[in-house]
């Protein structure tokens, strides 16, 4: 270096600095024009040091240029957020605006152009470089938050791996997957209790009224499944305990049927005042007339003939409002049922908040196959922790691939993850780094190595340029 030359580049955001003060008041795309990619790079020889910034790393000629030669600081103390690192350089004429990916970069950036400004020796510039250290196996920052997802990840894929399971095994018809039941939509979707006009309705009077029409409710079921049972030459009855593979199947956590065996037919029991009121509250916007699930129970069947039979049965009891076919549309977890919503005549005494006499209340009824309803404690978790999250719609193939990839159970997941970061395999990596993103993870530790590790494997293999 007591040549007094070097050279360093890089890709990075150039900023307008006129629009610096306007930024929180412009449309998104209007700030994605101002954060134009950049490739910039420093040489500093004996005669003159030049920065120049390109369009692309290939291009011929420059953007522009900064001169380096009147700088007068240097300035990349503030932080515009976890992904960007900026870069805020002085001259005697102007101020220039860069921002780069990662803390490494800045630092790399500032020693260089530090050593422009302060004519540094070439030990104080690789002293910033040695210091930079890439985490080894002991240092892999693996949050607790990045091992949940993934843990949750991979349980969902085994969920949805059994679940096909059963369908490819349980129902080789696919009698359900035929069905539409479009003239069961139930008004675009969405249901109200009849003759409910008020918006002040009584949460109180909905139970009151889903208590009075338990007992229809639980008729019009029976009815059917002693039909089917009649037809079908069936040998269970309707309150025998649901058995699969010589077990009971139990409820599971914060389930209604938590800790008792599933019967054939199971009747929810009726929520407290409260729970309802938040139920409303949350799920229908405070509208009581919405709430078409107080009274609801659960079918289950054995075979795809005797689920299909069911389903019919209750449709042709002429009192079903809607049809909500979960094996032609299964939930992210894969798991199949059929929701249907039926219209249970009420005593003609009943009132709803002082409002109106009605003729009926809907309720909810649940018909399922055993094996599927045996997956649902163990699906509980991740349902739970994906529901929210978009995530769940991504997790298709390329997770199933990736988690198998994980063949030894014992292998915990920070090991899995090491030893995909270490790797040479492309679609593990291209996945972990998917993974990584804002839309699941959000670990740009992580997905920072990963990246890193595919440019890596890109320049070995001779990838293309995307």
Known sequence: FELQSFSMSGSVHKRRPEDQDRVMKLVPKFIAGMYKRRFLKLIVTQAKPTLHYFQGKNAAEPKGSVDVQNITKVDTHVNDGPTSFPINITTTTRKYFFSVDTLTEQKLWKAALSKVLNKLSLDAIMDVFNSITYPTEHKLNLSESTINTLDFAEKLTEIRAKAEEVVKGRCPKSLLLAEDYNEYKGGGGVLFQPHITSSNASVKSLLDDANLATKGFVKIVNDVMTKVKAEMKLDHNNDD????????????????????????????????????????DEKYQGEVGRCCNILKGVVVVDTEEEWAATVKGLLDGGK????????????????????????????????????????????????ILSHFLALMKEAQGPYDFFKENAYQNYLGDTATKFFAAKEDDSVDMKAFVLSVLEGSDWDLLETLDDFMSERMVKDWEIKMRSSTRLLELAESQNKDDE
């Open 241 to 280: 305990n649901v058995i699969v593979n010589g077990r009971e199947v139990f409820g599971y956590e914060r389930d209604w049927n938590e800790d008792k065996p599933y019967k054939r037919f199971s009747l929810h029991p009726l929520f407290s005042e409260d729970v309802c009121k938040k139920l409303v």
């Open 320 to 367: 079903v409002v809607r049809v909500k076919n979960r094996f032609k549309e299964p939930k992210f977890t894969g798991i199949r049922e059929v929701t249907l919503n039926v219209s249970v005549p009420l005593p003609s005494n009943s009132i709803l908040g002082g409002m109106s006499k009605k003729k009926s209340h809907i309720a909810e009824v649940t018909v």
